[in-house]
């Protein structure tokens, strides 16, 4: 069953998020970091009722990371891709990921979940840095 807007979509995105950055950490396959990431009933619960976006969301963005990285990496202004906290830097691969493949959203709920997301998890400085690369990158398309 997949939810397309609403509090579903805001907690799938906050999921692949968390599942992403633990990705990126943690040895194994997909399979099994998502089998350890289930274990959490909450986002056993959040999987249940999107897993098809959460599946599309984070197998993209982990299948395409350098690609979605040379995507943005422009629009970054006096910073290098290496020094950007994980988090923001996942944060952005999935907003671009979702602009570039994902039809159904648009560029400007992309954008926004990518700040709230920031807000949320990274420090204080990050959503108007990430607001500010994914406005340039959208205005590129």
Do not use: C
């Amino acid at each position: 069953m997949s939810n397309e807007n609403g509090a579903s979509r805001i907690k799938t995105r906050e999921a692949a998020l968390l599942f992403i950055y633990q990705s990126k950490f943690r040895s194994g396959s997909y399979l099994n970091v998502l089998r350890d990431f289930r274990e959490n009933e909450e986002y056993d619960l959040i999987l249940d009722n999107d897993f098809d976006y959460f599946k599309e969301l984070t197998t993209g963005v982990l299948n395409h990371a350098d690609e979605l990285d040379k995507a943005f990496e422009p629009f970054l202004k006096g910073w290098r891709l290496e020094r950007i906290a994980s988090i923001d830097r996942i944060i952005l691969e999935m907003a671009v990921y979702e602009i570039s493949s994902i039809e159904s959203v648009h560029t400007s709920v992309a954008i926004n979940e990518a700040v709230k997301l920031a807000k949320k998890y990274s420090d204080s400085k990050s959503s108007s840095f990430i607001n500010g690369v994914l406005s340039s990158y959208e205005k590129s398309l």
